[in-house]
């Protein structure tokens, strides 16, 4: 059994991102429980670098040691019944407590001093803070600890030296890397397949795809977004696995069924312009074409006003079948709805 320890940053995004990443990686899962930010689940341990390398929000994959209640007499007595043959010497004691849960009854100083121990014994392994070899954790979540050893955990140093302010063409309208990796994600890209973002911006979608190594083709129909994708793009050496292009989402320079993905996030005439449509016009005309675009079994993940339409309706003319749906606050008066749909 393995653990995924998920961002806090959406109530239901990280845990369809893991789904989706395991889905475009044919990694066989099944999820057995979610508490909150953590998800315990069955799947191929070689699977957690896997989805941390392509993963925004899904911050830690490791190995169930074993489950306990979340108080410190059941977390040492759970750790001295339990089999630590995963632990690789020398190893550290993490403990995390999501979301606070813990820190009024716990210790975590005292925690990880008997865990450690207890593992110390029971491996003959000695502790190194410096140069681990494993990490063993304690994470406690609302009504249960598990302990466990990490397998894989995200470094979002790497994202954070190419956020939206950090990259030579900025405007404002442009998700995190975090964000924009959910939006590929959720699209289910595969390594090797066509991804397709007709409304690119500054690119941010674009170059996660590619990071992720797919075969990536974007457009926008402002030229100067689509030089500055270029810019973006090659600023980070991924130009030449990218085709950007100058055209409009409704009539995107591409044959029919050729492509496999496609995650984006259409204007939503507030700070992006809609060429003078209006909103439920162009996710109408671009959902049209992207049904036709789309390969069989092909997945679309996008972005629309909540309000402005139903998405299950607009899709049902299109031929396209909705999978999931998220919403997404981004202020007061806007909240948007995040919708999967694929071709059957
Ligand atoms: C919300 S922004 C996309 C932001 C993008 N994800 C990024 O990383 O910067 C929407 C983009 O759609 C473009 N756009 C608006 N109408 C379009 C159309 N009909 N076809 C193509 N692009 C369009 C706008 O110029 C704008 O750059």
Redesign the pocket.
């Known amino acids: 059994m393995l653990y995924a320890y998920l961002s806090g940053e959406h109530p239901t995004l990280p845990l369809a991102e893991l789904k989706a990443i395991l889905e475009a990686e044919d990694q066989p899962y099944r999820i057995l429980h979610v508490f909150e930010q953590l998800a315990l689940l069955e799947a191929p341990p070689d699977a957690a670098p896997l989805v941390v390398r392509r993963a925004g929000m899904v911050k830690e994959l490791g190995v169930v040691v074993v489950v306990a209640e979340a108080d410190h007499g059941s977390i040492v007595d759970a750790a001295r019944t339990a089999d630590w043959s995963p632990v690789k010497c020398p190893f550290y004691v993490k403990p995390r407590f999501i979301q606070g849960y813990g820190s009024t009854h716990l210790d975590a100083s005292r925690l990880a001093a008997e865990v450690g121990g207890i593992v110390a014994r029971a491996t003959g392994c000695r502790v190194s803070a410096s140069k681990p070899a494993s990490t063993v954790r304690v994470m406690v979540t609302e009504g249960a600890a598990v302990l466990g050893v990490v397998l894989a955990r995200q470094s979002y140093a790497e994202m954070h030296a190419r956020r939206?302010r950090a990259r030579p063409f900025f405007?404002p309208?442009?998700?995190s890397p975090e964000f924009?990796r959910v939006f590929v994600n959720l699209a289910r890209t595969r390594r090797g397949g066509i991804y397709l973002?007709?409304?690119?911006?500054?690119?941010?979608?674009a170059i996660e795809a590619a990071l992720m190594g797919a075969r990536v083709v974007c457009?926008?129909?402002?030229r100067m977004?689509v030089r500055g994708a270029r810019e973006n793009l090659s600023w980070l050496g991924l130009m030449g696995g990218c085709d950007v292009y100058h055209?409009?989402?409704?009539a995107p320079p591409l044959r029919p069924d050729t492509v496999d993905s496609i995650g984006?996030?259409?204007?939503?005439g507030r700070s992006?312009?809609?060429?003078r449509?209006r909103v439920l016009e162009?996710v109408e005309g671009?959902l049209q074409e992207a049904a036709g675009l789309l390969r069989r079994g092909g997945y679309v993940f996008f972005a629309m006003p909540r309000g402005v339409g139903d998405p299950e309706e607009l899709l049902s003319s299109t031929g396209l079948v909705m999978v999931e749906k998220h919403f997404m606050r981004v202020h007061r008066s806007l909240t948007r709805l995040l919708v999967a749909a694929v071709r059957p």
């Open positions: 939206p405007k309208g442009a998700l924009s973002d007709p409304f690119c911006g500054t690119g941010g979608f457009g926008d129909l402002d977004m055209g409009d989402a409704l984006t996030d259409p204007p939503y992006t312009t809609t060429a449509r162009v671009f």
